[in-house]
């Protein structure tokens, strides 16, 4: 009798260590991490940095795939068809939860296809003007706005980025008309408002840090609740009154539908560690980009919000789906 409890103990207990088994000797070969975009955006920059890291820690390559094309929606639909076995991971930018609803069809399903680990860190939208524009803080920019319809030109990195849907969020607060500029990212949207061809921009504020300090830009707010630590003057739309126009750039990490959760805690853990390394906290810093690391948990019921709102955000500025 006591042996065939012993021997049922014992049973018990390897069924329950099984997957955390699985997890201890996880990586035994080299992780592939899936960036959604061309190599040299802030997604890969931030993934390369934190690739470094993990590698460092466990002891295997963790190597960056850079898939571009379509919004981030092949790379993502890559990821998501990937096996569960937590040897590819997606480090995705805020297209995850935009491109459901800009998109007539994407290869993926959020809730179905992902596990959502956690957000590496985010960049808050901004809004942007050439040096030498006339206004000088947002209230005088909408006011100008307002009294010349269509007169003004506002630059975005793209149609359904982030800071696009900000403009339009914008647009539906305050029942301002201008005429809105897509580029092909925030690099040639940039040398464009320095130019003075489109001298209002709204973009992540990671492309235009360095051009902020050196004077060549000016950030009239930044689309958070609170400033950010990299430019502590820029006050935030919430502050100067203008509420519910959060908005950000995330990057945000998420493994294969079926990969075993003591795997996800093991990732979630290591990154939620890696961000808050100084040396990566301030590289991070350098692009105003605010490190998060938040729980698995959390980072789900962010990304269902995130989801939700700019759903709401493009039908209500009747965006036709690409």
């Not at 092949?74 to 096996?83: N, Q």
Request: with cysteine.
């Amino acid at each position: 009798m006591r042996k065939s409890i012993r021997a049922c103990i014992l049973l018990l207990a390897m069924v329950g260590a099984s997957p955390v088994l699985h997890a201890a000797g996880y990586p035994d070969h080299p992780v592939k991490i899936i960036v959604p975009f061309p190599a040299g955006g802030i997604t890969d920059i931030v993934t390369r940095v934190i690739a470094k890291k993990l590698a460092d820690r466990l002891g295997q390559q963790f190597y960056v795939e850079d898939v571009g094309g379509a919004g981030g929606n092949i790379g993502m639909g890559d990821a998501a068809r990937a096996p569960g076995d937590g040897y590819t991971i997606l480090f995705a930018s805020s297209s995850i939860v935009v491109n459901p609803s800009l998109y007539k069809k994407v290869p993926f399903d959020v809730d179905r296809d992902f596990i959502p680990v956690t957000e590496a860190g985010a960049a808050p939208n901004s809004w942007l003007v050439k040096a030498d524009f006339p206004a000088k803080t947002m209230k005088d920019l909408i006011a100008l706005m307002k009294a010349k319809p269509d007169e003004y030109s506002v630059a975005s990195p793209g149609t359904g980025t982030t800071p696009s849907l900000s403009i339009e969020m914008l647009k539906q607060a305050f029942g301002v008309s201008f005429i809105t500029v897509p580029f092909a990212g925030g690099g040639p949207m940039v040398q464009s408002v320095l130019g003075g061809f489109t001298p209002i921009a709204c973009a992540a504020i990671a492309n235009s840090v360095p051009l902020i300090k050196d004077g060549k830009l000016r950030a009239l707010a930044v689309t958070t609740s609170k400033r950010i630590e990299t430019l502590p003057d820029v006050p935030t739309l919430d502050e100067l009154g203008i509420k519910n126009e959060d908005a950000e750039t995330m990057t945000g990490v998420f493994v294969p539908a079926g990969t075993p959760q003591p795997i996800v805690d093991l990732l979630q853990k290591q990154i939620a560690e890696i961000v808050r390394m100084p040396d990566v906290k301030a590289r991070l810093l350098q692009f105003g980009i605010a490190p998060n690391g938040d729980s698995s948990a959390d980072f789900a019921a962010y990304v269902r919000g995130e989801i939700a709102k700019w759903q709401h955000v493009i039908e209500a500025a009747k965006i036709n789906r690409i």
